[in-house]
């Protein structure tokens, strides 16, 4: 009796009832696991997170609250949050009197009084400038994502593209401030890091995806893309972006008349 070339390997070869396919039963354990880890993973570190959040703000803000006023004083136990909503209700009193003559004199001669002090006069503008950006309706920092021939010929690199330029900067950038822009080049995986520089416009390209997508891609160092359309609008600007770079390169060898 022969055995023939396309009998399958499970099948015993003089008769008999033919095994099954086997999985073993730490492979099954091992995608559990990962199935579970998957769920779990995201949720634990966003509970992690959110929790420390709120203990440092409880932890800074319950000092400033007088002990009689505090639950755990009548409680037996300690109710996290107390000190993130006195924060909340402090901050909002404190915009809404700002928002007033009164609350405005106020902010000017606290104002005043730190323009006199050296060092701090230059931190506090400083973080006063970025968190009005920040939180400005009108604000338009970081609202594009764009693609930056960085860092060698050939080598494309995600951007965010920032305010221009100042008058005193742009008054040496060779052009003016109408063809060079600011971008923040974030790193990964910590986008909170990077590069600062100024670049032609010319030399940016325009992506229409969003920052929230541009951050996720970096942060996952590629691995989670965007979706399907974005991702043939990607692939689409990236050759435009080399036809542009061929297109430069044949100005730029043809010969001058």
Do not use: H
């Not at 008058?167 to 971008?183: M, Y």
């Not at 995806?209 to 970096?218: D, G, K, N, Y």
């Amino acid at each position: 009796m022969t055995i023939q070339d396309n009998q399958p390997l499970s099948e015993p070869p003089f008769g008999g009832e033919p095994k099954p396919p086997s999985t073993g039963v730490m492979a099954r354990i091992r995608n559990y696991f990962l199935t579970g880890l998957v769920v779990a993973g995201p949720v634990a570190i966003t509970a992690y997170l959110t929790w420390s959040f709120v203990t440092w703000v409880d932890d800074l803000v319950r000092p400033a609250i007088p002990v009689a006023y505090r639950p755990e004083t009548y409680l037996p136990v300690q109710i996290p949050g107390t000190g993130l909503i006195v924060a909340f209700i402090t901050i909002t009193l404190l915009g809404f009197l700002t928002a007033n003559l009164v609350g405005r004199t106020l902010i000017e001669i606290g104002e005043m009084v730190l323009d006199r002090m050296p060092i701090v006069r230059a931190l506090y503008k400083g973080l006063k400038q970025i968190f009005e950006t920040l939180f400005s309706k009108s604000g338009t920092s970081f609202r594009t994502v764009g693609l930056v021939e960085f860092p060698s010929p050939g080598m494309w690199s995600l951007v965010f593209l920032s305010q221009p330029p100042s008058v005193e900067i742009a008054a040496r950038l060779p052009g003016g401030a109408n063809d060079f822009v600011s971008v923040f080049m974030p790193c990964t995986p910590n986008p909170t890091t990077g590069f600062y520089f100024y670049v032609s416009r010319a030399e940016v390209i325009e992506l229409d995806i969003t920052v929230e997508q541009a951050a996720t891609l970096i942060m996952s160092a590629g691995m989670i893309q965007p979706g399907g359309a974005d991702q043939k609008k990607l692939s689409a600007l990236a050759e435009a972006a080399r036809a542009a770079r061929a297109a430069r390169t044949l100005r730029s060898a043809a010969p001058v008349k």
